[in-house]
């Protein structure tokens, strides 16, 4: 029997949204023949996903123990957002050792070994420069891959295509001059890590004997290890220096980028990178078990309640972190929003009002509680808070709904996929990218300001109505998306077709196509 392909999936830094479709496409992966898959993931998201039954179909999970940050990035406090960037590169550097020694000694001493990875894992980067190996890293969202054409998510180069590309070039420099002085200098930066990396000829020194009769018997056992993220000394010979602005091109893979997006979620820019792959659509896991999957029961029977009186359900969803909507003001607003939705209608129309109930989905307990209209709502049946619920179930399930959100790509993904128009906030990351794509390419909703919606009442009414509205065009458009999502999945998935993307690059051809790739670079 031919040795088996060995596939290193980081998932060892970023949001849940950014894990997750690491976790599907190291499953999928682990479901193809002759295959070891090792996936390596945070702490924070461990045991959420090693809960999961489909877990023990990967050969290996190494929990990487999530470093201690002290300046983190405090939700509702802006301040927050002068320390946000310096938190996030510390996190990155102090993962990226640990994790780097981890994957090397995973690295396969018979048959191939493939390399994948976020692009901010740049342990996976590492490994790649001082090994050869293939490499690809997965682009969740088009906010990755920059453009002097048209570009939204990026601070100081956002704008259409009539934004003189000189104007985002200048941006682009000034904000990777930021974020060069916080992860390349210093005793952790990358310039110190690639002087330190072992320079291998594709074989790990810490092979197992276990380990390589495993492999012989193709054996699937699952291990966890747990790792405190501390300093790895490996000096040997020096790697040539990695190159400035590592956000610009050096964070993607010189080999492969998978793009999980459709191709008219959003246009395709003519300086986008040339080893771009798209992969057809979006992930769309949010780890529903099965179709009555909705989290808890106290959430199904929220929902079916909410069906069974022919209410609409707004569902509210700000991500995890962030400093504007995971506080009490936003909370508040959309509450008070959903009631005046519920007891007015558009001026000029003759739209009949309905009841609508709101599900608030966000670990910030406190911040829903300490509201002034939580505790009153929810005692007559019109508002539940949940800490998480797969939004495929919910929204699937709910006959008349809409979304309030951040603009996280998951989000979107699932509120298309589910024909349910959003009111997008955007306001950090990828927001204003995605923002951009379902208000003003898809119109499949709105996107008021973020600040606005929270401090002014008449902005948030307005939008919670104008997508609650059973005929409005952006209900029309949603649903219209939604067909097009089905029609374009043809019997596979997005995150299969991904793993056969990197399964390729075990090829002679893709590695020698990759190698021309890296000269021209």
């Given at each position: 029997m031919a040795s088996p392909t060995t596939v290193l999936v980081a998932a060892a830094y970023g949001s849940h949204g950014d894990v997750q479709p690491m976790y599907a496409l190291a499953i999928a992966l682990a479901r193809k023949p002759n295959t070891r898959v090792h996936f390596f993931v945070s702490s924070k998201h461990a045991d959420r996903l090693a809960a999961r039954q489909d877990a023990t179909m990967l050969h290996e999970v190494i929990v990487v123990q999530e470093p201690d940050?002290?300046?983190?990035?405090?939700?509702?406090?802006?301040?927050?957002?002068?320390?946000?960037?310096?938190?996030?590169?510390?996190?990155?550097?102090?993962?990226?050792?640990?994790?780097?020694?981890?994957?090397?000694?995973?690295?396969?001493?018979?048959?191939?070994?493939?390399?994948?990875?976020?692009?901010?894992?740049?342990?996976?980067?590492?490994?790649?420069?001082?090994?050869?190996?293939?490499?690809?890293?997965?682009?969740?969202?088009?906010?990755?891959?920059?453009?002097?054409?048209?570009?939204?998510?990026?601070?100081?180069?956002?704008?259409?295509?009539?934004?003189?590309?000189?104007?985002?070039?200048?941006?682009?420099?000034?904000?990777?001059?930021?974020?060069?002085?916080?992860?390349?200098?210093?005793?952790?930066?990358?310039?110190?890590?690639?002087?330190?990396?072992?320079?291998?000829?594709?074989?790990?020194?810490?092979?197992?004997?276990?380990?390589?009769?495993?492999?012989?018997?193709?054996?699937?056992?699952?291990?966890?290890?747990?790792?405190?993220?501390?300093?790895?000394?490996?000096?040997?010979?020096?790697?040539?220096?990695?190159?400035?602005?590592?956000?610009?091109?050096?964070?993607?893979?010189?080999?492969?980028?998978?793009?999980?997006?459709?191709?008219?979620?959003?246009?395709?820019?003519?300086?986008?990178?040339?080893?771009?792959?798209?992969?057809?659509?979006?992930?769309?896991?949010?780890?529903?078990?099965?179709?009555?999957?909705?989290?808890?029961?106290?959430?199904?029977?929220?929902?079916?309640?909410?069906?069974?009186?022919?209410?609409?359900?707004?569902?509210?969803?700000?991500g995890t972190t962030n400093p504007l909507l995971c506080t009490t003001a936003f909370f508040d607003a959309a509450l008070g929003a959903a009631q005046e939705a519920a007891s007015s209608s558009r001026p000029g129309t003759q739209t009949t009002t309905i009841p609508v109930r709101v599900l608030l989905l966000t670990p910030h307990k406190d911040a829903v509680l300490a509201t002034n209209r939580y505790e009153a709502m929810h005692a007559r049946g019109e508002a539940l808070h949940a800490s998480y619920a797969p939004l495929s179930g919910v929204l699937a399930h709910a006959k008349h709904a809409a979304l309030v959100h951040h603009g996280g790509i998951g989000t979107v993904a699932q509120a298309l996929r589910c024909g349910v128009p959003s009111v997008v906030l955007a306001n950090a990351f990828d927001q204003f990218d995605n923002a951009w794509a379902v208000a003003e390419h898809l119109k499949c909703g709105v996107r008021p300001s973020a600040k606005a919606f929270v401090k002014d009442a008449d902005v948030a009414a307005s939008s919670v109505r104008a997508v609650l509205e059973l005929d409005s065009i952006y209900r029309t458009r949603a649903q219209e998306v939604s067909a097009r999502i089905a029609e374009d999945s043809n019997g596979r998935t997005t995150i299969d077709r991904a793993a056969d993307a990197v399964l390729a690059l075990t090829t002679a051809d893709a590695a020698a196509a990759s190698l021309d790739k890296e000269e021209e670079a």
């Open positions: 940050v002290d300046d983190k990035w405090s939700p509702g406090k802006w301040e927050g957002a002068v320390k946000g960037p310096k938190a996030i590169a510390r996190r990155w550097l102090l993962t990226a050792r640990p994790l780097y020694a981890l994957m090397q000694a995973r690295i396969a001493t018979s048959g191939s070994t493939v390399i994948v990875a976020h692009p901010l894992n740049f342990a996976a980067r590492l490994l790649h420069d001082a090994t050869g190996l293939p490499y690809a890293t997965v682009a969740l969202a088009p906010w990755l891959m920059r453009s002097r054409t048209q570009c939204y998510g990026w601070p100081l180069v956002s704008g259409g295509s009539w934004t003189p590309a000189w104007i985002k070039e200048m941006g682009y420099y000034v904000i990777d001059l930021l974020i060069d002085s916080l992860v390349v200098p210093g005793e952790l930066g990358l310039r110190s890590m690639y002087d330190d990396l072992v320079a291998v000829d594709n074989v790990p020194s810490s092979s197992t004997q276990q380990e390589e009769e495993e492999q012989q018997e193709g054996s699937s056992s699952s291990v966890t290890i747990t790792v405190t993220c501390t300093d790895a000394n490996n000096t040997t010979r020096p790697i040539p220096p990695p190159p400035r602005r590592i956000l610009d091109r050096w964070f993607h893979s010189p080999m492969r980028i998978l793009a999980l997006w459709p191709s008219w979620y959003y246009p395709q820019q003519p300086d986008w990178p040339t080893q771009l792959v798209n992969c057809g659509g979006f992930p769309l896991f949010d780890e529903k078990n099965d179709d009555d999957d909705l989290g808890s029961e106290e959430v199904a029977s929220f929902v079916k309640t909410c069906v069974d009186d022919k209410a609409a359900l707004l569902v509210v969803t700000p």
